[in-house]
Each structure stands twice: as C-alpha cells, then as structure tokens.
C-alpha cells in the first residue's frame, strides 16, 4: 500500500456519441471501442488513491478541447488538460488565449499533437511548428511529445532550440518493449534527457510490452533506463488509462509502477508520484 501522494499524469475520456475515435481500429484495440468517461474513472482513481489527474487529447480536432476544459471545471480530480490547437495556425496566439477564457481554461496546462502519425520524421523542425511551440512556451504552457522512438532525435533537436519551453515525452518515447531491442533508443532516449527542459512520463509501457503477456522484469530495462537518464526529479507517473486496461485494471499499472521504482528513496518516490506533475504542469491547489 503506498502512502505517497499520487496524481496521474496521464489519462484520457471520450464519448464515441459525440465524435469517433479513428486510431481504434483492428482486433487487438476492440475491447477501446466503447465510451469511457469520468464516472468510469473516478472511483478506481479513488481506490487507488489518486488524487488529481490529468487528462489529455486524443483526437486532433478543435471541438476536444473545450470539452476537456469543460470536464476539468466541473470535476476536482481533472486537475489539468492537455489540449490541442492547431500549431501552424498563423493565429495560433490568439487560439491559445482563447482557450484560457473558457470554462476550466486555467487548467489547461499542454498542448499535444499526434506527431507520432505525421509521416515527416522531422515535423517537429518544421519552421511553422517551431512558430507554434514558441507561442505555446509565451502562453506559459508545456508541450507534451507523443513521439516514436524514430522520433526523439528531431525532439531533442526541437527542446535545444526552444529552452524556454517544457517538453514533456509522454510514454518514454514508445520504447520497443517487447522486441527487447531497446539499444537506439535508449540512446536517443538519453540525448533528450540531457536537456535541461525535458521531462518524461512513466506510462503506456505495458502496451509496448505486450505480445501475449508480460512481466515486471520485461518492463524492468526501460524504466532502469529512464530513471537513470532523467532522474526521479524529472519523471511524471500516469496510468494512460484507458489503453492501459487493455493489460491491466488502473490499480495494476499504478501497483506494477511502484514495484518498478521501489529502489528510489520516499522523498523521490514523492516526486515521481505527484511533486514532478504538479511542477510541470503548475497544477494549482496541489
């Protein structure tokens, strides 16, 4: 049983009423195919003694966001969202501010894009992109990476160039679990890590585990890694439920997290269970 404090950093809703979820799709996702809300999660957040969360986009259309804020502000556990808007929109300032003004506004506290389906290895780079991050760093917001393990290298190139923002690599860059062959990207891994505003989050791995089943010791490699290239002062838990469920009901992942990082010291562990989301995220009243 912990005694921490615990804030998932990490977790998506959505109502396949209002909008269809097109990254669904084939056999192995079906059991995602149905809608998932905050009444699905509030009470196994509470049992597993969560605190607050933080939900974040799945689909890149405008309309997602304003719902999320929405949620946010009429539910105490959505400490924070992290929303989308267009990053090469000319106007992308103003869409931002615009943001803010809306119900549950302040607790926008990201912005996230799906990079990891844009064909271009090196989007990230693009001029227009770079534009956007700018404006998303002058908001006094993160930028949270949805990358491959292909991806990292044009990340780390993207948070040296801009180090007024923090970016924030959502499932430790998809290491390749259940392949074992984690060699280049721990690399890649670790030149990221090297930056100064860079932040990761322990989560989505026992998905990339999987092939049939997993264990801690599958598990054990990356999460050595990450702790190793980042520090505890710099690693966020999140459950990524509901995609987790596909592996492990929410207090499995959040019990397989704590065994993984059971050699860190109380006041680490502390950090990388809720102090780390609540700085980078500027989560207020947390």
């Not at 809608?35 to 196994?44: H, R």
């Not at 689909?59 to 808007?85: F, K, N």
């Not at 190139?157 to 923002?165: I, Q």
């Not at 054990?220 to 009901?249: H, I, K, M």
Request: proline fraction near 8%; charge should be negative; aromatic fraction near 6%.
């Amino acid at each position: 049983m912990t005694h921490h404090k615990i804030v998932d950093s990490h977790h998506h809703v959505w109502d396949l009423a209002v909008r269809p979820q097109p990254w669904i799709s084939g056999p192995a996702l079906a059991p995602l195919a149905r809608s998932f809300s905050l009444a699905d999660l509030a009470p196994e957040a509470r049992a597993a003694g969560v605190s607050a969360a933080v939900v974040v986009q799945t689909v890149c259309v405008p309309e997602e966001t304003p719902e999320l804020l929405r949620l946010a502000a009429e539910d105490a556990l959505v400490a924070g969202v992290v929303g989308w808007t267009e990053l090469t929109a000319p106007d992308i300032a103003d869409r931002l501010a615009e943001l803010h003004e809306l119900p549950g506004g302040e607790r926008l506290v990201s912005i996230r894009h799906q990079v990891q389906e844009e064909p271009d290895p090196n989007w990230l780079l693009r001029p227009e992109v770079r534009r956007g991050l700018l404006a998303v760093a002058a908001a006094g917001l993160a930028y949270d990476l949805v990358v491959t393990p292909e991806q990292l290298r044009a990340a780390t190139a993207a948070a040296a160039a801009l180090p007024g923002l923090t970016f924030v690599l959502d499932h430790l860059g998809k290491p390749p679990i259940a392949s074992g062959a984690l060699g280049a990207w721990a690399t890649r891994l670790r030149d990221f890590a090297a930056l100064p505003n860079t932040v990761a989050k322990l989560s989505g791995l026992l998905t990339e585990a999987t092939r049939g089943g997993w264990t801690l010791d599958d598990l054990r490699p990356a999460v050595d890694t990450a702790v190793e290239a980042f520090g505890p002062q710099r690693l966020l838990y999140g459950s990524d439920w509901p995609v987790s469920t596909l592996e492990a009901p929410y207090s499995r992942v959040l019990a397989v997290t704590e065994e993984l990082t059971a050699g860190l010291a109380p006041g680490e562990r502390q950090a990388l269970f809720a102090g780390n989301a609540i700085r980078v995220y500027r989560l207020a009243g947390h």
